[in-house]
């Protein structure tokens, strides 16, 4: 990436001389990228079940439309229409920008769930027709890190003995904190855009449609790291596997059948 920063800074005439990283390597003993997540659709139920408005709500459009975070900050009530969500900005940094891509701008459609939801979200709102869809105390666009740390983290991580979120609120309890693990772990707002296509991909959804609904330019993206299969699922393709071997007539490489197969030469041959 920096290799291509200076060529392409070369280009326009900032700089002058060598590409100062154009041999330059990944170190090869460098640790791995660690293991993306993607929540599945029990913990997704689970975590709307604990978080207050609007939290939950963003964390709805999140996981059922697939949408990353500065899309969320970036939505507003015009976009959604017609039983979709119009993606047509997002946020960065306080920033208004266009979509990460062209295929990003695709339209998202809305499940009767979510649908619901934003509703009663927007009539919690005043019923408003313009502006931000999650909008801040100031009308502007509702930060999604703040709403990380001021709501999802104190609801998702309180304490199994007394029920206080940690912090503040925790420091005067007579005990120590303890989490309570019946909560899922936060693990980002991805973690639901990821679950989404994984969710999908466990309810039989074509790999190509799954790329359409996350609005990927390309299906191998979704598949390597979009797509996340349980530990369940990875059990259960294999049950299938076993029971497809059961019907089949076992033999080994000489054909001789084994003795507890049932097989007899004749129907070998």
């Not at 790291?225 to 076993?242: H, I, L, N, R, T």
């Not at 029971?243 to 059948?257: K, M």
Request: proline letters at 7%.
């Amino acid at each position: 990436m920096l290799s291509g920063i200076f060529k392409q800074a070369k280009r326009l005439g900032y700089y002058d001389g060598v590409n100062p990283v154009q041999d330059t390597a990944v170190n090869p003993n460098a640790a791995p990228p660690a293991e993306t997540y993607a929540y599945s659709l029990e913990e997704i139920q689970t975590i709307l079940a604990l978080l207050p408005e609007p939290a939950a709500t963003c964390f709805a459009v999140a996981s059922f439309a697939g949408l990353r975070e500065g899309e969320l900050s970036g939505l507003e009530w015009p976009d959604y229409r017609n039983g979709a969500l119009h993606i047509v900005r997002a946020v960065w940094n306080g920033q208004i920008v266009k979509p990460k891509t062209k295929q990003s701008e695709a339209p998202v459609p809305v499940i009767r769930q979510l649908a619901d939801r934003l509703d009663m979200h927007r009539l919690r709102c005043g019923n408003p027709v313009s502006g931000p869809i999650f909008a801040n105390s100031l009308g502007g666009p509702l930060s999604m890190d703040n709403v990380r740390t001021r709501a999802i983290l104190p609801a998702l991580n309180r304490c199994a003995l007394c029920g206080l979120p940690n912090g503040k609120k925790h420091a005067k309890a007579d005990h120590k904190y303890e989490r309570d693990v019946r909560n899922p772990k936060w693990h980002g707002w991805h973690a639901a855009r990821r679950g989404l296509g994984s969710n999908l991909y466990r309810l039989g959804v074509p790999d190509k449609v799954i790329q359409a609904i996350l609005r990927h330019s390309n299906v191998n993206v979704t598949l390597a790291y979009y797509v996340k299969s349980a530990s369940a699922d990875v059990m259960a393709a294999m049950g299938k596997f076993e029971e497809e071997l059961a019907v089949q007539t076992v033999q080994d490489s000489d054909r001789t059948p084994k003795p507890d197969s049932g097989a007899t030469l004749e129907f070998v041959n």
